[in-house]
């Protein structure tokens, strides 16, 4: 497996592995890997001879106030993890080598960005859809994996390839979860022993809803109430948000008439660590 810092040498990969007739899947994280970005690097593999997975702890999508200095890094077991795991490339690059000295250029996407996890994190779609467009452009792959943990991020990254012509394609891979249902997450090493023991309330309560939608609720009011009373039980974990929106445009929906995004983001009360995790309803993304 090849490890990869420079942009040149990356795109240097690219082209030839596109002249030898191969098509180039990639897999952008923050690194700190675990079994959800496993399996992304499988669903790429489906698809594609070259398999090149980015690991790029992104100053542009944190917020001031946020964990960008405390992020787990861990380049060196990531790298033994995946290369296991059958990938052919790691993308690795410096700050300063993905945004050198007088960088200035944003990707902005309009309406979608401010709502759901956009509310709280202003700035992250922005630095997201920044930093994926210019990896689409350094490692120039015919297809790209995103989890669906990530709801927003996808829908965003959709976006974005639809508005600027893009020729990649997007997959969304479902969320891995722990045995008891909590969403594997890189933030999961913040939360305390108490913390962890209540964060698959998450999960259960995105299931009872799912249950109601199942069983013909098509209230998005009646759903989401649903997964408060659940959320209510625990002591540790707060809700910041709970959402039934649509799936390209995030507009709140009253009535589930197509396929929606019911969307949850918690705050923890010994921590402060921020989960998210979704259902879609009637549909995928
Ligand atoms: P991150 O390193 O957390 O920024 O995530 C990198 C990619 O892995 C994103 O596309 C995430 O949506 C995806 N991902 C993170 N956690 C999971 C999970 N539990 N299951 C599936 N995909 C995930």
Do not use: W
């Amino acid at each position: 497996m090849k490890i990869i810092t420079k942009c040149s040498e990356m795109a240097d990969y690219s082209l030839d592995a596109r002249a030898r007739g191969g098509a180039v899947g990639l897999v952008p994280t923050m690194g700190a890997l675990h079994d959800g970005h496993l399996s992304l690097l499988k669903t790429a593999s489906r698809h594609c001879d070259n398999v090149v997975m980015s690991v790029f702890v992104n100053p542009a999508q944190f917020g001031p106030a946020e964990d960008f200095e405390r992020y787990p890094r861990q380049l060196e077991r990531d790298c033994e993890f995946v290369e296991a795991a059958g990938c052919d490339a790691v993308f690795a690059p410096s700050p300063q080598e993905i945004y050198p000295d007088n960088y200035s250029t944003y990707v902005n996407v309009e309406n979608i960005t401010g709502v759901l996890c956009g509310a709280s994190r202003p700035g992250h779609f922005r630095g997201v859809a920044t930093v994926v467009l210019k990896l689409f452009n350094i490692v120039m792959p015919q297809i790209a994996v995103f989890g669906a943990k990530d709801a927003q991020q996808v829908i965003v990254i959709k976006r974005v390839v639809e508005d600027l012509n893009l020729s990649v394609k997007i997959i969304a891979a479902p969320t891995v979860r722990e045995p008891d249902g909590l969403a594997m997450s890189s933030r999961n090493a913040y939360l305390s022993a108490n913390e962890r023991a209540e964060a698959p309330l998450i999960h259960r309560a995105l299931m009872s809803a799912k249950g109601l939608y199942d069983g013909g609720e098509r209230g998005g009011r009646s759903i989401m109430d649903c997964v408060r009373s659940i959320l209510n039980e625990g002591r540790l974990i707060n809700p910041e948000y709970v959402e039934v929106v649509d799936t390209t445009l995030l507009k709140p929906l009253d009535s589930i008439v197509r396929p929606a995004l019911l969307a949850v983001a918690c705050r923890t009360a010994e921590t402060g660590t921020r989960l998210i995790d979704n259902v879609v309803l009637g549909g995928d993304l």
